[in-house]
């Protein structure tokens, strides 16, 4: 079958092209000098996310490759398991549990873990079992005590996110972590606006002067050489913090650098049909630079994912941070023709698809508090289409979803609709669904 398989797609002649130069590009790239990424320089205690409410201080942070070698004398990474480490502090007069199914909803016991890794027979499984459980958080605080130790949970690359939950006679305590984690660029969790536009650079707006800024932004991200890329379509109003806890906590990924390393996983994923989570995105530029964060939710194999590129703009509102921000769907690729990346994902052409695809996402992940609609875009019908730089085409409405992050969780139910454009099929219906 896997003969089948290999010749099935040989006998693409894209296909042949696309294994074929990405081969020759990792060779090539093995030569040069790449993004720096983030090591394991600093410990994991000196990253640590720290949480206080009602008596209660929750500390975690995640481990990389390295670290966990350090620690256990084995790299968890390596067969898909990450440590989390979690300090609670109870300063309360009542007990807590701490529930681990909150941190990872299929995490790992001691011996599963310890099996995993003793098939490498680097470590026996008697000596990492028994590290293992020494090292395991315990369940139950009691009142006035502090405990710390680790969960077992499922790799993940960049950042991490996960629910620290407690629960005691009174309450349930649950707070979202999103801890960086060695490996990749360390552009998400040490991004500094400050670095980007300088205090006097920022313009405060109003509502209205914010539609007015946004109606009048660029339709499009733009290529290297100045050609339109995909529409604007989606704008966050919140501080870095809050916008990277939505994405992440909808398991939206980091994107890894164009590198060898990440190409010959490209490779990889291509020819056995298999996802990569964390593919690289080329790049698109708005403010006269390149993307400042990108996300992406894979699918079912490489050449299917969502991806969204982010640009913070001048611009704030009620002192918080607008992102501008482009989110697609890709569905399949080809060659770019270009050396570096040799090859480019093929959009879907639905755009307005993709935006309402993130307003589900991120309405279920209750952090936002309202929602607008603002002009953007020249629209464009399926019978007569935009092209981007890479001459894909697509149709859209020409509107920008704009989400207003909340600092509660917000239901659903009680987010708010702005009075400004509606899509289509809602505008028959604005006086009974807009808020305000």
């Known amino acids: 079958m896997l003969a089948l398989y290999f010749r099935n797609i040989l006998e693409s002649t894209t296909h042949y092209y696309v294994v074929l130069l990405l081969a020759i590009f990792t060779t090539l790239s093995g030569c040069s000098t790449y993004r720096p990424v983030h090591d394991d320089e600093t410990h994991y205690l000196d990253r640590v996310t720290r949480f206080e409410s009602d008596n209660i201080i929750i500390e975690a942070a995640a481990l990389g490759r390295n670290e966990s070698k350090e620690v256990f004398g084995a790299p968890l990474n390596d067969v898909g398991v990450q440590a989390v480490w979690i300090k609670i502090s109870n300063n309360s007069e009542e007990a807590n549990w701490l529930f681990p199914i909150s941190v990872d909803s299929e995490y790992f016991p001691a011996f599963e873990v310890a099996r995993r890794i003793s098939k490498y027979g680097k470590i026996s499984h008697k000596d990492l079992y028994a590290q293992l459980v020494e090292n395991q958080i315990p369940n139950f605080i009691p009142p006035q005590h502090t405990v710390s130790g680790f969960v077992y949970t499922h790799a993940d690359?960049?950042?991490?996110?996960?629910?620290?939950?407690?629960?005691?006679?009174?309450?349930?305590?649950?707070?979202?972590?999103?801890?960086?984690?060695?490996?990749?660029?360390?552009?998400?969790?040490?991004?500094?606006?400050?670095?980007?536009?300088?205090?006097?650079?920022?313009?405060?707006?109003?509502?209205?002067?914010?539609?007015?800024?946004?109606?009048?932004?660029?339709?499009c991200a733009q290529s290297i050489n100045g050609q339109y890329g995909d529409p604007i379509n989606i704008v966050f109003v919140g501080h870095l913090n809050k916008v990277r806890s939505a994405l992440i906590s909808r398991?939206?990924?980091?994107?890894?650098?164009?590198?060898?390393?990440?190409?010959?996983?490209?490779?990889?994923?291509?020819?056995?049909?298999?996802?990569?989570?964390?593919?690289?995105?080329?790049?698109?530029?708005?403010?006269?630079?390149?993307?400042?964060?990108?996300?992406?939710?894979?699918?079912?194999?490489?050449?299917?994912?969502?991806?969204?590129?982010?640009?913070?703009?001048p611009v704030t509102f009620n002192g918080e941070h607008v992102w501008v921000a482009q989110i697609s769907r890709d569905d399949g690729i080809k060659l770019s023709g270009r050396l570096r990346p040799p090859t480019t994902h093929v959009i879907d052409p639905d755009m307005d698809d993709a935006r309402f695809y993130l307003l589900q996402d991120i309405l279920q992940g209750q952090e936002v508090r309202q929602i607008g609609f603002v002009k953007g875009h020249k629209p464009a019908t399926y019978d007569n289409p935009h092209y981007n730089a890479e001459n894909d085409f697509y149709f859209t409405d020409g509107l920008r979803a704009v989400f207003f992050m909340s600092d509660e969780p917000t239901k659903i139910s009680a987010v708010k609709l702005l009075d400004w454009e509606l899509p289509k099929g809602m505008e028959a219906y604005r006086e009974i669904i807009v808020s305000e």
């Open 157 to 219: 690359e960049g950042l991490k996110s996960f629910i620290v939950e407690l629960h005691s006679p009174s309450r349930i305590i649950k707070h979202t972590i999103v801890a960086p984690v060695p490996g990749l660029p360390d552009d998400y969790f040490d991004l500094d606006p400050e670095n980007i536009y300088s205090e006097a650079e920022f313009v405060e707006l109003d509502k209205a002067g914010l539609r007015n800024w946004l109606e009048k932004m660029a339709c």
């Open 251 to 313: 398991q939206w990924d980091v994107t890894a650098p164009v590198t060898g390393s990440s190409l010959r996983r490209m490779i990889s994923a291509f020819i056995f049909g298999s996802r990569y989570r964390y593919a690289p995105i080329s790049p698109l530029y708005m403010f006269n630079r390149e993307h400042d964060l990108a996300f992406q939710k894979s699918r079912a194999i490489i050449d299917e994912r969502n991806h969204m590129r982010l640009w913070l703009a």
